[in-house]
């Protein structure tokens, strides 16, 4: 065998190996709960109490909406909780006048373990702004995420879905900053 198709059949095989290896460490990243402690922002004279929960992804784009969300309430003069979706976080959020959630989708349906908190947790007709992030454009993905929220008493406010094609959606923080300002009364 000459040369050359050995070292192109064995980039290929080599390319073919990193790949595999690759998407299951992403599969693993992805099943792993990530738990954080409740983290609070601002005064304790403000108009009220906002919870942001979020579900981390592959990239960093869940966790850099949070960051905006939590600077936006901060602006409006909320005090802001942020932390985590996992098994451990709270579930009686009546306390919150607002929770805006922020998750992955993948596979075409909202992150498992957002799907099952929202089995779980207590809105009692909270206001709730839902945030989906998918590798796609499709609008319908805010439409599931809506879709829970209702069957779990939250009444929703606000919903945006943003993609992150490669690279995160261009202007994605001036149209939180603006859902925010929507949705917020």
Known sequence: MKKWKIITLSSILILLI?????????????E??????ISIFGDENTRGEILVLYRPGITNFQKDLNDNAIDETIKRNWTTSSTTISSQTITNLT?????IIITPVYEQKIHDDVSKYLKKVVFNQTKIIGIVTSGSKH????DNLNESITQANGKIVGGLSLSYIIFPEFGAKSKMSTLITNSIE
């Open 18 to 30: 990193s790949t595999t290896i690759f998407f299951k460490i992403s599969q693993s990243y992805l």
């Open 32 to 37: 792993k709960e990530q738990i954080t402690e």
């Open 95 to 99: 306390k919150f006048e607002y929770v």
């Open 139 to 142: 609008s319908t993905y805010i």
